[in-house]
T-cell receptor
Framework: DAGITQSPRHKVTETGTPVTLRCHQT?????MYWYRQDPGHGLRLIHY???????DKGEVSDGYSVSRSKTEDFLLTLESATSSQTSVYFC????????????FGPGTRLTVT | AQKITQTQPGMFVQEKEAVTLDCTYD???????LFWYKQPSSGEMIFLIY????DEQNATEGRYSLNFQKARKSANLVISASQLGDSAMYFC????????????WGAGTKLIIKP
């Protein structure tokens, strides 16, 4: 158990509203990741962080922003949610050392109506 | 071009049989790693097995083994003596180099074990 929690676990929101998803880890891992999972696409990286205040874009970052003000928390914000952002969002950490496998939180199911 | 290709969207296998899930990859890096994950219907992502590009032996973890054919750029997951609990989505992922540990994911294979 990598001690990763995500909140909320489920959310329904309306188009145009801001939404923030939280990922919390308890083991001081340096690297954290946000993915979205859609049918037929596997997981796609949105943003990742390699330390406090150090973040970078992934493959599908448009419409998303992130923040990491503490090692344990990595926030994903949808500034103005759209229906295309309806998805399951996973947070992950990279295990220390090699091979650096990633461990995942339980996921957040977001529906934008 | 797709970097990770899983050509089997779905598979049915009889319980206790061995099953091979295909994964081909595309990279020009000499140093890379390949990972397999399992996602049961409950939704969590479970790390199964890892193979590094410089590893000379195929990786094994219990009933899971990886058939790594570097020249063919394939990293197939083999599950021996399948069980009903093996029914799940299976994802292959690749890390290129070591700079930021990003993983590139395949679309997955849905495996159903029949009793």
């Amino acid at each position: 158990d990598a001690g990763i929690t995500q909140s909320p676990r489920h959310k329904v929101t309306e188009t145009g509203t801001p939404v923030t998803l939280r990922c919390h880890q308890t083991e001081n891992h340096r690297y954290m990741y946000w993915y979205r999972q859609d049918p037929g696409h596997g997981l796609r990286l949105i943003h990742y962080s390699y330390g406090v205040k150090d973040t970078d874009k992934g493959e599908v970052s448009d419409g998303y922003s992130v923040s990491r003000s503490k090692t344990e928390d990595f926030l994903l914000t949808l500034e103005s949610a759209t229906s295309s952002q309806t998805s399951v969002y996973f947070c992950a950490i990279k295990e220390t050392g090699d091979p650096g496998e990633q461990y995942f939180g339980p996921g957040t199911r977001l529906t934008v109506t | 071009a797709q970097k990770i290709t899983q050509t089997q969207p779905g598979m049915f296998v009889q319980e206790k049989e061995a099953v091979t899930l295909d994964c081909t990859y595309d990279t020009s890096d000499q140093s890379y790693g390949l990972f397999w994950y399992k996602q049961p219907s409950s939704g969590e992502m479970i790390f199964l097995i890892y193979q590094g590009s410089y590893d000379e032996q195929n990786a094994t973890e219990g009933r899971y083994s990886l058939n790594f054919q570097k020249a063919r750029k394939s990293a197939n997951l083999v599950i021996s003596a399948s069980q009903l609990g093996d029914s799940a989505m299976y994802f292959c992922a690749m890390r290129e180099g070591w700079s930021n540990y990003q993983l590139i994911w395949g679309a997955g294979t849905k495996l159903i074990i029949k009793p």
